[in-house]
């Protein structure tokens, strides 16, 4: 206990009460404790639903051009390989900046650092829609900067909810907050398609976004607090565990971490379908469509495409159960089954491989047999976001945990979606100059440049059986006393004895 701890009186300088030096008698005062930080539970829910509302508007962000890909492509003339560096551009400057953000959020102000983000992808989005044709490269460079401002929130947020709940609480807040992963990925489309339909015009929806991003500013500021690092987990009295580590010596902890390293591998396979998914798949289901003899080609912008909206309200619906389920079934069998939540990413993926495979395949045969599929996919996907970041949070020290947000992001995007879009318009762009052009061999090239992510996702669902195994090991790591987290008496000292992680401690309490 702080109250209980000696401590030698320090010797007054020269500037002291009228320059005296205490005698040898003199009785120090009672040593002084900072109160406990304490916050009432309805504005932790108040601070948690600002946080989920930006988490909305910031994935709308990530997908509102996949929303308006055509007519975005007619507008710059682009082709596929170049629409696909789009999302590379933004992917790339989100993961090389999200270290930055990871750092400076574990040592400084997290909430004025979300500020920052927030006006900067918020001023960059607004301007990239008064871009000129002539100016391609710099709508491009614009991504990059609204993937700047992304970062600091996608890498910084999580961990304030951690420090606001813990246990079966922060896993329940934690699936709101990651619902709005696949909602505001479906808004993106949705606002995107409906803006450009109603004015004729695409880069309106890129207009109407920083009006909503200015009440979220408002509402971080005056609503969010900004508590002490472990505070939930150690009754508001902030992490333990002495000197603030450095950065070097934070990452060298985290990649001994195997759950930490096979986890973050496993996000990574499923960044990557995500992104290509998320980039191309509503223009692969309008070609699917004119395929099929339902739509006519667009040449020319505005193109009206409803697979956008259809995708858009299949992803948020999806999105929605997926995430709900898997933090439901996570929060029940973790009780039974200590290794629950690595196990159910990972049956969840090893399911969505196949999906995803009929999806692909049987689109030039049977366009609602492909929505089936597709849908149940991402359902399946949708499965996993509250309950990898629940596993981040059990098994990473409070001190360090934006680290391993911010290292977690940038493995997953540049190994992930930084490369997929671009990746899966290049092979598309490859195939297509092979073959004559019509609308079915274009169809069939973006297909066949999509049949990769059914692998990766497969070999996601391996990451997070490896992730099983270490992950009681890691867990009670993480809880010991003296790594800035949680107080001992939490810990069941009886579990951490025997996997003999505290067996030369028990040894030396036993000798007289």
Known sequence: MAGGMSAECPEPGPGGPQGQSPGPGRQCPPPTTPAPWSLPRWRAYVAAAVLCYINLLNYMNWF????????????????????????????????????????????????????????????AGLSS????????????????????????????????LGDLFVRDERTRVLAVFYIFIPVGSGLGYVLGSAVTTLTGNWRWALRIMPCLEAVA?????????????????????????????????????????????????????????????GFWAPKFLLEARVVHGLQPPCFQEPCSNPDSLIFGSLTIMTGVIGVILGAEAARRYKKVIPRAEPLICASSLLATAPCLYLALVLAPTTLLASYVFLGLGELLLSCNWAV?????????????????????????????????????????????????????????????????????????????????????????????????????????????????????????????
Request: overall charge negative; glycine content about 10%.
């Open 388 to 512: 990898v970041a629940d596993i981040l949070l059990s098994v990473v020290v409070p001190r360090c945990r934006g680290t391993a947000e911010a290292l977690q992001i940038t493995v997953g995007h540049i190994l992930g979606d930084a490369g997929s879009p671009y990746l899966t318009g290049l092979i598309s762009s490859v195939l297509r100059a092979r073959r004559p052009d019509s609308y079915l061999q274009r169809f069939l090239s973006l297909q066949q440049s999509f049949l990769c992510c059914a692998f990766v996702i497969a070999l996601g669902g391996g990451c997070f059986l490896l992730t099983a195994l270490y992950l009681e090991r890691d867990e009670a790591r993480a809880w010991q006393p003296g790594t800035g987290t949680p107080d001992s008496k939490d810990v069941d000292s009886n579990d951490l004895e025997r996997q003999g992680l505290l067996s030369g401690a028990a040894a030396s309490t036993e000798e007289p």
């Open 217 to 277: 500013l408002i509402l971080l500021i005056l609503l969010v607090p900004d508590p002490p690092r472990g505070a939930a987990e150690t009754q508001g009295e902030g992490a333990a565990g002495g000197s603030r580590s450095s950065w070097c010596e934070d990452v060298r902890y985290l990649g001994k971490n195997w759950s930490f390293v096979w986890s973050t591998l496993g996000v990574t396979a499923m960044a990557f379908v995500t992104g290509a998914l």
């Open 64 to 123: 509102i051009i996949a929303g308006v890909l055509l007519d975005v492509q007619e507008f710059f003339q682009i082709s596929d390989s170049h629409a696909g560096l789009l999302q590379t551009v933004f992917i790339g400057c989100l993961l090389l900046s999200a270290p930055v953000f990871g750092y400076l959020g574990d040592r400084y102000s997290r909430k004025t650092t979300m500020s920052f983000g927030i006006l900067l992808w918020s001023g």
């Open 129 to 160: 829609s008064f871009i000129s044709p002539r100016y391609s490269w710099l709508f491009f460079l614009s991504r990059g900067v609204v993937g700047t401002g992304s970062a600091s929130y996608a890498t910084i947020a999580p961990t304030v």
